[in-house]
């Protein structure tokens, strides 16, 4: 504010005639009407009823006028001052009033629009299988055990029981991680099944040990409709004791009627695995033609090629030689394992013929399995 005018100046006394009081009165009503919002609102107030307003530094010049003057100019400052406070709060309560009514329609939700026409995700059919698989074994008991899938050697052959010219370890099998110096067999691999986490199971934990393990394995193989060069397997260990076929078979049991629905016999073939002694490949009854495609004038089954039965797994008693290698006494330990392929067991369960379509990333075909959260 100004500092008071008590020496008589004409020019600067000049504001304080009604013309000019007046006229101030005039701009600011007009400013005030004039905006269009609560932001202009603010500069109008600023400009016009401020501490640097025309009106206020008129005010401070009253001192000036001769004392007979000064009551007489003071009522037409303040009436003018009065005023303009007064138009200032009407056209603040009808700028707010509008902002207030803007936001109810700028802000508003229609809740008639759609609102599930964006796509949710969801997660993948081999992730889910994968875990549905694993829940059935975890709610056995078992306990889920993890490895890397860059392995040492030893874990994956090695302490597995592989001789050291087995063929799996061939190049064109395995796939080596080049050494630090270029060297191609460094000792380190891209895991070629899950069952390297039997061993790293087995001397880490206490016995007795019941493990499921899935995860992601990597081999040489071409990619066909059948094969991927990385694939999912998942495997289960039980190391206790006095465990014997039977409880293989069981087990077994479980996990298909966890996977396909009950009543599905299941039949073990003699096969070889360096790690399991006796070893077996497992096949189930086929969960479409159940048989028929097999019986004279039955239809030909497209999932089992009309052989009434599916390979789904290897298996077998826990070679002693491997128990050895991991410091568990086997004559007092047995143990079972089996190991299988998640992506093959999406193929078989929900007839898919291309494992490609597993990996491709196209949604119609994960779609088709629902939205599995
Ligand atoms: C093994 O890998 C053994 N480790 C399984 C095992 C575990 C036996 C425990 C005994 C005890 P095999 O090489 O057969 O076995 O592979 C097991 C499964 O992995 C196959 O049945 C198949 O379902 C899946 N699989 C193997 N290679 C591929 C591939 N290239 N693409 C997709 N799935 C594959």
């Given at each position: 504010m100004s500092a008071p005018n008590n020496a008589y100046d004409p020019v600067e006394v000049a504001v304080l005639a009604p013309d000019e009081v007046q006229q101030m009165l005039d701009d600011a009503l007009r400013a005030i009407a004039a905006a269009a919002d609560l932001d202009q609102l603010k500069a109008a107030r600023i400009a016009h009823?401020?501490?640097?307003s025309p009106l206020a530094l008129a005010n401070a010049?009253?001192?000036?006028?001769p004392p007979a003057a000064r009551a007489e100019a003071g009522r037409r400052v303040g009436a003018a001052r009065a005023a303009i406070r007064q138009t200032l709060a009407e056209r603040q309560a009808e700028l707010e009033a509008e902002r207030d009514q803007r936001v109810l329609i700028d802000e508003a939700v229609d809740v008639t629009l759609p609102w599930d026409r964006s796509l949710a995700g969801a997660r993948h059919p081999v992730t889910t299988l994968g875990e549905r698989l694993t829940d059935v074994f975890v709610s056995m008991g078992y306990e889920v055990a993890e490895g890397p899938e860059v392995e040492a050697e030893w874990y994956n052959f090695d302490a597995l029981n592989f001789?050291?010219?087995?063929?799996?370890?061939?190049m064109y099998d395995t796939i080596f991680v080049a050494g630090?110096?270029?060297?191609?067999?460094?000792?380190?691999?891209?895991?070629?099944?899950?069952?390297p986490v039997q061993i790293r199971a087995l001397l880490t934990r206490p016995l007795p040990v019941y493990v499921v393990s899935p995860g992601k394995c990597y081999r040489t193989d071409t990619l066909d409709a059948t094969h991927s060069p990385v694939f999912q397997q998942i495997e289960c260990l039980a190391v206790d004791e006095g465990l014997t076929m039977a409880d293989l078979r069981g087990a077994i049991s479980a996990f298909v009627e966890a996977m396909f629905g009950p009543g599905l016999q299941t039949r073990l073939r003699p096969d070889f695995f360096p790690f399991t002694e006796p070893s077996a490949d497992v096949s189930m009854e086929c969960h479409v033609c159940r048989g028929a495609?097999?019986?004279?004038?039955g239809e030909p089954c497209r999932v089992c090629r009309s052989q009434g039965w599916i390979e789904i797994a290897g298996c077998g008693m826990v070679n002693p030689r491997m128990l050895v290698a991991c410091g568990v006494d086997p004559d007092r330990y047995s143990g079972f394992a089996f190991g299988l392929g998640i992506d093959r067991s999406v193929l078989i369960r929900n007839g898919v013929?291309?494992?490609?379509d597993t990996f491709e990333g196209d949604v119609r075909f994960s779609r088709a399995f629902g939205m599995e959260a």
């Open positions: 009823a401020g501490d640097r010049e009253i001192g000036a006028l001789p050291p010219d087995h063929p799996a370890r061939e630090r110096h270029g060297e191609q067999h460094s000792g380190v691999l891209l895991r070629t099944h899950t069952s495609s097999t019986r004279r004038g013929t291309d494992i490609r």
